[in-house]
Nanobody
Framework: QVQLVESGGGLVQAGGSLRLSCAAS????????MGWYRQATGKQRELVAT???????NYVDSVKGRFTISRDNAKKTVYLQMNSLKPEDTAVYYC???????????????WGQGTQVTVSS
């Protein structure tokens, strides 16, 4: 099994920045799409940003121009740089990755445990 280990959440004032990281816990064959999702209290989980293995990125409109997703394939890690944070960005952030293990022939979806981001006004 693979675990996605997240770090970097916390409490920040509006206008501040945070950088989230998410790394796969063991050796793997390949990672396809990686992404970040978030879930605010009382709301459904929503897509924040994704990045393909060819570095093609996609963002939800509400974070465009403020958040940047990137990845380091050698480190099996995906990052989310969050700038100009707003109170409405407050949520639990989850990373997601489509991973193929050495002994498998298909990609499977894996999720991180979630990290809390709180933006105070």
């Amino acid at each position: 099994q693979v675990q996605l280990v997240e770090s970097g959440g916390g409490l920040v004032q509006a206008g501040g920045s945070l950088r989230l990281s998410c790394a796969a816990s063991r050796s793997i064959f390949s990672i396809n799409v990686m992404g970040w999702y978030r879930q605010a209290t009382g709301k459904q989980r929503e897509l924040v940003a994704t990045i393909t293995r060819f570095d093609i990125t996609n963002y939800v409109d509400s974070v465009k121009g403020r958040f940047t997703i990137s990845r380091d394939n050698a480190k099996k890690t995906v990052y989310l740089q969050m700038n100009s944070l707003k109170p409405e960005d407050t949520a639990v952030y989850y990373c997601n990755a489509e991973i193929r293990l050495e002994y498998e022939f298909q990609y499977r979806d894996y999720w991180g445990q979630g990290t809390q981001v709180t933006v105070s006004s």
